[in-house]
């Protein structure tokens, strides 16, 4: 499968099987919209009648054989061969949880897909027996996995930052004895941070999600206190403090959130990064079309072109000898991750699940209060193992519209929570968001290309 497109005076054309990407000149590239395998020893009549009008006819005949010779060194037009992974019954330990160690929250964030942290189902705290208890599931059922992940989530974890420290504790008792390594995350709106709590996370947690939302006017628009007050000034505070503290081999980066209120995302990207952040992610809200704050059609033009000039920005920076790292520019153009994770994505029900304080056992936190998808509850000692079954089938392959998309290696089928929520299946792409990963993958890859030419 081919895709082809032209941004930032450059055609691209990417071969999605192989991964091959190709910078062409015009003639190539129109040259690619009229033939395909399998190929004709010389260039078609038909085709050199149709070209011959722009561009001269030995010329298409030595692009036509350039063509042939890269379908020949299979990076163009080559086959999908990944298909026969997708049908491998393939064991898969639980390697990976989401402890939602608080279902509460001291913001009432407008667009919150947990209904402002409590999921739905009243406010609550994780219990230090419930974290135990998760704690010993994840090492029970991780087979020969030695490294371990938990994410402390919430609503706010720091509401319950005791039994966070508890956990931990627990988590590195045990883990000598199964012979396991655990990789704590923790996502924090920062209003909480105290200069213990900052020492701590740089201490125990591998990575640390920061939600913020950009601009202090469109942060404070849509994360609000339980007042009504804006959030910013606390949390870009608390922020600047822990990362400036943070030892240079562990990560951490600002996610934000961009809605209907402030399609000029990239001048949130680059708030953030004015001030002192160069790990950064912004991402489109996912919801319901008749919220206000809601992405719709309609905005696709708007969020495309903000992306062209985000991608830009991100160049002109990289030209300056400076550093951003925007989270959706990521690309790995060598084939990226093993062939189950292209297939499969985030492995959510499979190999990661999630817990909530009751102690109730969900495919992930976005399926958190689903019932049909509860797959068992730690007190009760039960699993569901036709769920966790039917979470391990989700690949592209078994995706009617993701099967047949140049994008499919390189968003894996999207996030099953809003496939479900927003398309009614997680078979079925949520086409939205499709469109809004494909224009993020286009700048992605031109910026690769840009790179590669320059080298």
């Known amino acids: 499968m081919v895709h082809k497109f032209k941004l930032n005076g450059l055609n691209i054309v990417l071969d999605s099987n192989s991964g091959g990407v190709h910078a062409v000149d015009d ?36 692009c036509y054989n350039e063509i042939v010779e890269l379908y020949n060194e299979k990076i163009l037009f080559s086959e999908d061969d990944y298909e026969k992974y997708a049908k491998l019954k393939v064991a898969s330990p639980i390697k990976a949880m989401c402890l ?34 998760a704690i010993d599931f994840l090492l029970e059922r991780s087979g020969d996995r030695q490294n371990l992940e938990l994410d402390f989530f919430g609503g706010e974890p720091l509401m319950n930052f005791d039994v966070v420290k508890q956990i931990v504790e627990y988590a590195r008792k045990r883990e000598k004895e199964y012979g ?25 947690m591998s990575n640390v999600v920061l939600s913020i939302d950009g601009r202090k006017e469109v942060n404070d628009r849509m994360r609000k206190r339980c007042d009504g007050t804006g959030s910013y000034d606390q949390i870009i505070k608390n922020f600047k403090k822990l990362v400036s503290l943070r030892d240079k081999d562990k990560d951490w980066y600002v996610r934000g959130t961009y809605t209907k ?11 953030l990064y004015n001030e002192g952040f160069d ?14 704050y809601a992405i719709t ?24 000898g400076k550093f951003c790292n925007f989270f959706h520019f990521m690309i790995d153009l060598d084939q990226g991750p093993c062939a189950v994770k292209r297939l499969r994505g985030c492995g959510c ?19 958190v209060g689903i019932d049909k998808f509860k797959m068992g509850n730690l007190d009760e000692g039960t699993f569901n193992n036709d769920i966790k079954e039917y979470f ?11 099967k047949k998309c140049w994008a499919k290696f390189y968003c894996s089928g999207g996030c099953n929570a809003n496939n479900y929520n927003y398309a009614g299946d997680i078979h079925n792409a949520y086409k939205l968001s499709c469109q809004i990963q494909k224009k993020r993958l286009e700048c992605a890859i031109m910026l690769k290309v840009i790179k590669m030419l320059e080298e």
């Open 27 to 62: 003639l190539i590239y129109d040259l690619l919209d009229n033939v395909e395998p399998p190929f004709d020893a010389e260039c078609p009549q038909r085709v050199l009648e149709k070209l011959s009008k722009s561009y001269d006819e030995a010329d298409i005949k030595e």
């Open 100 to 133: 939602n160690i608080a279902h509460d929250c001291n913001l009432r964030c407008e667009y919150c897909f947990a209904k402002t942290g409590d999921f739905g189902g009243g406010r609550k705290l994780m219990t230090f027996e419930t974290g135990k208890k």
């Open 180 to 204: 396991k390594n655990f990789r704590f995350t923790i996502t924090t709106n920062g209003i909480l941070l105290t200069d213990d709590k900052i020492d701590f996370i740089n201490k125990e």
């Open 261 to 271: 209120y402030n399609l000029d995302f990239a001048e949130d990207v680059m708030s």
């Open 279 to 292: 790990q950064i992610s912004v991402e489109p809200v996912m919801a319901d079309p008749k919220e206000p």
């Open 297 to 320: 059609e309609g905005d696709l033009p708007r969020i495309f072109k903000e992306y062209e000039t985000l991608s830009k920005k991100m160049q002109e920076l990289r030209d300056q």
């Open 349 to 367: 029900g499979n190999d990661y699940v999630a817990v909530t304080p009751d102690g109730d056992i969900f495919p992930c936190h976005q399926f």
């Open 392 to 402: 391990s089938q989700a690949h592209i392959y078994n995706k009617p519209e993701c």
